[in-house]
């Protein structure tokens, strides 16, 4: 799905604050921030995000909005009031576990510590919930998405 990554790297860029290594790119973080969330209609649009209905066909399409439904629900009720989101954070794989992805979040730790506002997150991976634990971010629910979607967890961290 590197179109979708392209397209969604565009929206966060465009209306959130996007982290990423020099050069060569081995990791990014993507970050919505307090008072751009929920996401803008329009912002999608123009960042390419509405060829998704084609480009995933239509079941696929229909799971992915129930998934995105689920998240969302789960979202304004663990994060109701201003907030930063951690959208996305990868790190190649080659390179992961070397400290790249504690760069790419630290920044906009620091910013929400500075305003004093939480941060929040989803993953669906349980190793990433140690790496977040480390980072200040306690586990809000976990949970399986609907309709056999993967295992999951929300994550907040109150500002420092």
Not at 24 to 37: D, F, Q, R, S, T
Not at 41 to 53: E, R
């Amino acid at each position: 799905m590197p179109w979708f990554m392209e397209a969604w790297s565009r929206y966060c860029c465009k209306h959130g604050k996007a982290y990423s290594t020099a050069g060569n790119v081995e990791g990014a973080a993507l970050w919505i921030p307090p008072g751009k969330y929920p996401l803008s209609l329009a912002g999608m649009m123009l960042a390419g995000l509405m060829v998704v209905p084609f480009k995933f066909g239509r079941a696929a399409f229909a799971r992915f909005m129930s998934s995105l439904g689920y998240y969302e629900r789960l979202h304004k009720r663990h994060a109701p009031g201003r907030h930063w989101y951690l959208a996305t954070l990868g790190v190649d794989p080659a390179r992961q576990g070397q400290g790249i992805g504690s760069v790419l979040i630290r920044r906009a730790l620091e910013l929400a510590d500075a305003e004093d506002l939480p941060c929040y997150l989803e993953t669906e991976r349980e190793r990433n919930v140690l790496f977040y634990r480390k980072h200040g971010f306690d586990v809000a629910s976990e949970d399986d998405l609907p309709d056999g979607g993967p295992h999951f967890w929300t994550m907040r961290r109150r500002p420092n």
